[in-house]
């Protein structure tokens, strides 16, 4: 069983950058890939990032790639989003959600979910 608590979201203007943290509980957290999702008012829950079990492999959903990067550190069971140049258009409820094995790119992929954190970006 894996807990997720996502944080760090708020309200920034368009440009500015924002450090999404997911932490996690359960004693298997370097068995999973971690993904970030997000979900905008009135569509779909889209891919974001996912980065699998040693931290050294990522993938980037096309909208995000350039200005989003994930890393986690599994000594601290924590997975981060340091999102730059953020766009009004990066408006969403963030998740985070983990995976046991390898990478996933589809929500239908993870089992477990964090609560969500909402991130604003102001034009």
């Known amino acids: 069983q894996v807990q997720l608590v996502e944080s760090g979201g708020g309200l920034v203007q368009a440009g500015g950058s924002l450090r999404l943290s997911c932490a996690a509980s359960?004693?298997?957290?370097?068995?999973?890939?971690m993904g970030w999702f997000r979900q905008a008012p009135g569509k779909e829950r889209e891919f974001v990032a996912v980065?699998?079990?040693?931290?050294?492999?990522?993938y980037y959903g096309d909208s995000v790639k350039g200005r989003f990067t994930i890393s986690r550190d599994n000594a601290k069971f924590t997975v981060y989003l340091q999102m730059n140049s953020l766009k009004p258009e990066d408006t969403a409820v963030y998740y985070c959600?983990?995976?046991?094995?390898?990478?996933?790119?589809?929500?239908?992929?993870?089992?477990?979910w964090g609560q969500g954190t909402q991130v604003t970006v102001s034009s």
């Open positions: 980065i699998n079990w040693r931290g050294d492999n990522t």
């Open positions: 359960g004693r298997t957290f370097s068995s999973y890939a």
């Open positions: 959600a983990a995976r046991f094995g390898g990478l996933g790119f589809s929500e239908e992929e993870y089992e477990y």
